[in-house]
């Protein structure tokens, strides 16, 4: 079952075509790997899914973005609700300079009118539970969230998404700034999360994307030029674009 489908989406720059016709579909409860060379859009079209490009003045979109089968770009689409349902994660964890509490009831406070205390308390320890931060943390809870681990920074930012329950999570290179340690502990979480979650990540590593994506599309100069299961990509791609991509005959 397609949780997010495109059509035909294109997408500008003011006069840079940065997205060309680029026809996908993410399936739920999995988790896809966007690879490509650096500026061949693979950020650019993660960041469709919830409408961040539209905050870049000069750019354009045309075709088709549907999430659980509803058009993003519809006249009546609340960007608000649509950015609660579809999270992203960031390249550099950005945790606000508040408490780790108020980092995790944030988004909940803004998204409801009135919630008491019991309900954010239960949403928190729901929150930390599912990044597996809750027993290292609970005791520290009214502690600087700057003072955490650059690995405890982005469990935190995940953590923050989940408290409003969103059903698509959005990580873009995710683990840059990590050592392999950090970096095998966060995909370990993404295998975990990816049954509550559809993930889609965008990453230049691609021995990343072969441990932990189901899919996997490869990218260039702004088109999908191959889309398929993450084990036929690697071993059997199509496209020898893609194979020479993966092969590192380029990139």
């Not at 390249?91 to 406070?109: A, K, T």
């Not at 469990?155 to 700034?177: F, G």
């Not at 932990?212 to 496209?239: C, R, Y």
Request: hydrophobic letters at 40%; aromatic letters at 6%.
């Amino acid at each position: 079952m397609a949780k997010i489908e495109t059509g035909k989406l294109n997408l500008w720059y003011g006069p840079f075509h940065a997205l060309k016709d680029v026809d996908s579909s993410f399936g739920a409860n999995r988790i896809t790997a966007i690879i490509g060379p650096s500026g061949c859009g693979k950020s650019t079209l993660l960041r469709v899914f919830n409408r961040m490009n539209d905050l870049i003045d000069g750019v354009r979109t045309t075709g088709k973005v549907l999430v659980d089968g509803e058009d993003i770009f519809g006249p009546n689409e609340d960007l608000v609700k649509l950015r609660k349902k579809v999270g992203m994660v960031f390249q550099r964890p950005n945790p606000f300079p508040l408490s780790i509490y108020e980092n995790i009831v944030f988004g909940e406070r803004i998204h409801s009118d009135s919630i008491k205390r019991d309900a954010i308390d239960e949403i928190l320890e729901h929150s930390l539970k599912s990044v597996l931060l809750w027993d290292e943390l609970k005791d520290k809870l009214n502690e600087p969230a700057l003072r955490l681990s650059l690995e405890q920074k982005q469990r935190l930012c995940i953590a923050r998404l989940i408290a409003v329950k969103p059903d698509v999570l959005l990580m873009d290179e995710p683990c840059s700034t990590l050592d392999p340690q950090a970096t095998a502990r966060i995909e370990e979480l993404m295998r975990e999360l990816k049954h509550n979650y559809t993930i889609i990540i965008v990453t230049h590593n691609m021995q990343q994307a072969a441990r932990v994506s189901d899919d996997t599309g490869f990218m260039l100069l702004g088109e999908l030029i191959e889309f398929g299961k993450t084990e036929q990509i690697f071993t059997a791609p199509h496209d020898k674009g893609t194979e020479d991509y993966i092969t590192g005959r380029y990139g």
